[in-house]
Each structure stands twice: as C-alpha cells, then as structure tokens.
C-alpha cells in the first residue's frame, strides 16, 4: 500500500501558482504562473521548471510512472502552449496545469489511481510529436513551395 503523504504544502503552492488572485468582478481566477508568464520567453521556461517541482515531490513521494507522466503531460502542454503569444498567456488562464497535478496527486495518494507503468502513456506522447512532427513537416514544404511558385 502506498503511504498517504500531507500534500497541504503542496496545495498551497499549486493555488499560490493557479489561482491565488481573482480579476475583479469575474470568477477568473489566475496566479503567479500566469503573471511568469507574460514574460516572452522565459516566463513560461521558469514557470515550467517551478512546475517541476511537484514532480520532484512526486518521485521522492514513491508515485508510479503512470501519474509521473500524465504530470509531464501537463507541464510540457502548458509551457508549449504558453509559448504562443496572446493565446498562451490565455490558455494559462484556464488550464491550470500545477491545479491538475495536484489533483493527479490526491488521485495517486489517497484514491488508488494512476498506479502502474508510464510506457503506454510515453507511447502515446511519442507517436503524438511524430506526428506533430511530420505534420510540421508537411506544412513547411506547402509553405516552401507556396513561396517559391510566387517567385
């Protein structure tokens, strides 16, 4: 049986990060991730590498490779979206990725799930990016010839 530890830290830094301020007279909550962010560049790279953090929590709290995954999961969603202007500083306002771990935490911890092995997981996130890729790929030489015909 996997110990229950106390994720009330753990908690606390997830609101501080998701959700912590509220936009007068909205239900919009956001936190310090989302104000990181703003920062081209590297406010999404630092809010990535406070995110990890959990993760670090998680390995040394004896999680399985299943909930480790689905955590990178959201981590690296969010920084890659967050990197998009306008739209990643908007996406960061309702995803809520250290809110969806922390919630993956509990889930592991205190409900039983999320146990087992990442690999069926880290298959799917791979054929994802091939196919990400290839996708890239293809537009690329669309554009490259789109360019080139108007040459």
């Given at each position: 049986?996997?110990?229950?530890?106390?994720?009330?830290?753990?908690?606390?830094?997830?609101?501080?990060?998701?959700?912590?301020?509220?936009?007068?007279?909205?239900?919009?909550?956001?936190?310090?991730?989302?104000?990181?962010?703003?920062?081209?560049?590297?406010?999404?790279?630092?809010?990535?590498?406070?995110?990890?953090?959990?993760?670090?929590?998680?390995?040394?709290?004896?999680?399985?490779?299943?909930?480790?995954?689905?955590?990178?999961?959201?981590?690296?969603?969010?920084?890659?979206?967050?990197?998009?202007?306008?739209?990643?500083?908007?996406?960061?306002?309702?995803?809520?990725?250290?809110?969806?771990?922390?919630?993956?935490?509990?889930?592991?911890?205190?409900?039983?799930k999320h146990q087992g092995s990442a690999w069926g997981i880290l298959g799917v996130i791979f054929i994802a990016f091939l196919l990400m890729f290839a996708l890239i790929i293809?537009?690329?030489?669309?554009?490259?010839?789109?360019?080139?015909?108007?040459?």
């Amino acid at each position: 049986m996997t110990r229950k530890p106390n994720l009330v830290r753990i908690d606390k830094v997830a609101r501080l990060l998701d959700s912590k301020f509220r936009i007068p007279g909205t239900q919009i909550r956001f936190g310090l991730d989302s104000i990181i962010g703003l920062i081209p560049g590297l406010g999404d790279l630092a809010s990535m590498i406070i995110s990890s953090g959990l993760i670090v929590f998680m390995i040394k709290e004896g999680a399985s490779g299943k909930v480790v995954a689905k955590m990178l999961g959201n981590i690296i969603l969010d920084t890659t979206v967050g990197e998009i202007p306008l739209l990643g500083d908007l996406f960061d306002l309702f995803y809520k990725s250290n809110t969806r771990n922390v919630q993956l935490m509990h889930e592991h911890f205190h409900e039983g799930k999320h146990q087992g092995s990442a690999w069926g997981i880290l298959g799917v996130i791979f054929i994802a990016f091939l196919l990400m890729f290839a996708l890239i790929i293809f537009a690329s030489i669309k554009i490259f010839k789109i360019i080139m015909g108007h040459l």
